[in-house]
Antibody
Framework: QVKLVESGGGLVKPGGSLRLSCVGS????????MTWIRQAPGKGLQCVSF????????NYADSVTGRFTISRDNAKSSLHLQMTNLRVEDTGLYYC????????????WGLGTLVTVSS | SYEVTQPFSVSVALGQTATITCEGN??????VQWYQQKPGQAPVLVIY???MRPAGVSGRFSGSNSGNTATLTISRVGAGDEADYYC?????????FGGGTKLTVL
């Protein structure tokens, strides 16, 4: 069955960095676009970044552009999010999620990894 | 950037029909997805491409999309349907989510 497992979250001070990872199993990872979606405590969902199946194309929410970098390693079925210059407002649960095909439904989600930015 | 608006909350009596809307400019021309999120859990896809239901999702869930409004309808609502519901579409190569609607079953 399809499984997505995130890791790398934690407590970091403002201005610090974190690298999130997600490993996919149960499907052909290289066939799918992938995305990172975050949810601040008690708030809604926000797509922070998106990457094409080959990794050639990526996009970012305005609030993270220039600070976050998404990447993938299809050989290892893994997705990453390098986060730098973190802000308090980046605090939240970060979900790794699979897009069925192209710009289609987000059909599988991981359980999320918690990022807390606080001094 | 494209914006979509959902009501903050909807209440419905047990066994009745719940309707949750998602409004956006000409949203009827876009494919809209709906996700259900229960407390402490990851979101789950319940409707895709406006009205399609993934395998395993109850037939009580249905969707429509026309003009400036997409709608999620849940018939014969049960206590297990109490959750947050989010609409989602793609715009300028990014997933856009509505703010979410909290469904309360009375």
């Amino acid at each position: 069955q399809v499984k997505l497992v995130e890791s790398g979250g934690g407590l970091v001070k403002p201005g610090g960095s974190l690298r999130l990872s997600c490993v996919g199993s149960g499907f052909t990872f290289s066939d799918h676009y992938m995305t990172w979606i975050r949810q601040a405590p008690g708030k809604g969902l926000q797509c922070v970044s998106f990457i094409s199946d080959t990794g050639r194309f990526a996009n970012y929410a305005d609030s993270v552009t220039g600070r976050f970098t998404i990447s993938r390693d299809n050989a290892k079925s893994s997705l990453h999010l390098q986060m730098t210059n973190l802000r308090v407002e980046d605090t939240g649960l970060y979900y790794c999620a699979r897009v069925l095909s192209g710009y289609d439904q987000i059909d599988y989600w991981g359980l999320g990894t918690l990022v807390t930015v606080s001094s | 950037s494209y914006e979509v608006t959902q009501p903050f909350s909807v209440s419905v009596a047990l066994g009745q029909t719940a309707t949750i809307t998602c409004e956006g400019n000409d949203i009827g021309s876009k494919d809209v997805q709906w996700y259900q999120q229960k407390p402490g859990q990851a979101p789950v896809l319940v409707i895709y491409r406006g009205s399609m239901r993934p395998a395993g999702v109850s037939g009580r869930f249905s969707g429509s999309n026309s003009g400036n409004t997409a709608t999620l309808t849940i018939s014969r609502v049960g206590a297990g349907d109490e959750a947050d519901y989010y609409c989602q579409l793609w715009d300028t190569n990014m997933a856009v989510f509505g703010g979410g609607t909290k469904l309360t079953v009375l």
